[in-house]
């Protein structure tokens, strides 16, 4: 089992930054890649980004075009997900995810991943 915990989530205004963080605990050695999903009051789940085990690739959805970057520590088990020129648009409860195993395009997928974070707050205002 992998728990992951998210922090780094809150209220900032249009153009502002955040930086939230997953650390990862348990089976860590179960582990590939790492992901940040999001969700919208009425809205379904959608993919962010993704990180691969070695940390040499990432996936970003388009919505995020160059304004959040994936990272990784894996001395302290923690994926970063840095968001900048935030917008209202990206009002959302983030979620880090981790998968066992999955490649490609396989990893933008939900149900790829096996473990999730419950999840931090991110309000953007305008």
């Known amino acids: 089992q992998v728990q992951l915990v998210e922090s780094g989530g809150g209220l900032v205004q249009t153009g502002g930054s955040l930086r939230l963080s997953c650390a990862a605990s348990?089976?860590?050695?179960?582990?590939?890649?790492r992901g940040w999903f999001r969700q919208a009051p009425g809205k379904e789940r959608e993919f962010v980004g993704t990180i691969s085990r070695s940390g040499h690739v990432t996936r970003y959805a388009d919505f995020v075009n160059g304004r959040f970057a994936i990272s990784k520590d894996d001395a302290k088990n923690t994926v970063y997900l840095q968001m900048i020129s935030l917008k209202p648009e990206d009002t959302a409860v983030y979620y880090c995810?981790?998968?066992?195993?999955?490649?490609?395009?396989?990893?933008?997928?939900?149900?790829?991943?096996?473990?999730w974070g419950q999840g931090t707050q991110v309000t953007v205002s305008s």
């Open positions: 995810a981790a998968a066992s195993g999955c490649s490609g395009f396989g990893c933008v997928k939900s149900g790829s991943y096996d473990y």
């Open positions: 348990g089976s860590i050695s179960d582990i590939y890649n």
